[in-house]
């Protein structure tokens, strides 16, 4: 039990510095923990307004985007299959329902995707593959 009067305990973060699942939610800079990484809904800034942090030198290419199409087509297959089997609807319903559905669910979970691989690969310390100028052996 922590007695009421001392300051919360230090739990060793770096200062600033948001977890993956935050930066991903709230759109935080994987540095400094500002709300600056996104410009738009779903595009990244070019860097951070607040640490300079570069974001274009990051790249989480279309990771993000192929995981979420075949995540949420199952559940909106799934979720479309239970509704006609159960209440039978006209299709214009099921047209009204799955589009907008299908829509936001797509921007909100690829903003919060982008997000979280972006403050991932800043963690590890993730960088394009790169050739080496300076190779071991000479070519024969
Ligand atoms: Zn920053």
Request: charged fraction near 15%; include cysteine; hydrophobic fraction near 50%.
């Amino acid at each position: 039990m922590i007695p009421s009067g001392e300051p919360a305990p230090d739990t060793g973060a770096a200062a600033g510095a948001p977890s993956i699942v935050d930066a991903g939610l709230k759109g935080l800079c994987p540095r400094c923990g500002q709300p600056t990484l996104f410009d738009g809904w779903i595009k990244f800034a070019d860097r951070c307004t607040a640490c300079q942090l570069d974001f274009a030198a990051f790249n989480v290419g279309d990771g993000p985007a192929a995981f979420l199409t075949m995540i949420l087509g199952a559940i909106v297959v799934a979720l479309a299959i239970a509704l006609e089997l159960t209440l039978h609807p006209p299709l214009w319903v099921h047209m009204l329902i799955w589009i907008p559905f299908t829509t936001i669910a797509v921007i909100g979970s690829l903003r919060l995707a982008k997000g979280a691989l972006m403050a991932a690969e800043y963690r590890n310390a993730a960088r394009e593959g790169r050739i080496d100028p300076t190779p071991d052996a000479p070519l024969p």
